[in-house]
């Protein structure tokens, strides 16, 4: 029996798996008797600490964003987002991110900035995502072939806003990586400030 705070997962049952994914209906009960006896969990087969099963990599070049254009079956249409995938056993977060980012695009960057985590879907999906900033890409190789993926592109930042503003691009991956993206450039600006005694922190 497993615990968290005043909810237990009394059993699991297997469901179905594939080479990626458990898919597990789990019998769960909260303290005040209230119970959902088929809970559809899906845990990817690999993952390291902290629930991380894959990476996201934002990737900035010339003040432009890049995006694949990716066939998704599950939504039956093409779907504009950065690269991301999952890691593979006994690999670095960072190794995995500059992975995927060669595999999807053709990049090659040296390092990856981290930009913290994500849940992808907290309710369904036992995973946790770890996002990254590549810039100061290379392009020395050509996408993989790989089901869905038709091309690869750089978009200038207001190109970018647009497709967001007109749901061009939906992808949970894109939209978290840019949030995250703006704020720690924000932060960082304001402690630029403070540091050269630009800012005031009583104010």
């Known amino acids: 029996m497993q615990k968290s705070e005043s909810v237990y997962v009394k059993s699991r049952r297997l469901i179905g798996e594939n080479q990626k994914f458990n898919i597990y209906f789990d019998h769960v009960v ?82 990856v900035k981290s930009l913290g985590f994500i849940t992808p879907d907290g309710g369904v999906l036992a995973a946790r995502v770890h996002i990254y900033l590549a810039e100061h890409c290379n392009k020395i190789g050509e996408l993989v072939e790989e089901i869905g993926l038709r091309e690869f592109r750089f978009f200038t930042i207001n190109e970018f806003k647009q497709m967001i503003v007109n749901s061009e691009i939906q992808d949970t991956f894109t939209l978290s990586a840019w949030c995250k993206y703006q704020i720690m450039k924000k932060m960082n600006k304001y402690t630029k400030a403070v540091l050269n005694g630009g800012i005031d922190v009583h104010e």
């Open 30 to 111: 909260d303290q005040h008797g209230f119970e959902v006896n088929e809970y559809l969990v899906v845990s990817p087969k690999i993952q390291n600490g902290n629930l991380i099963t894959g990476v996201a990599i934002l990737p900035i070049m010339e003040n432009k964003i890049g995006l694949i254009k990716i066939y998704r079956p599950a939504l039956r249409d093409y779907s504009w987002e950065i690269p991301h995938g999952f890691i593979e056993e006994d690999e670095e977060n960072k190794d995995s991110a500059i992975r995927e980012l060669m595999e999807e695009t053709g990049l090659s960057v040296k390092t």
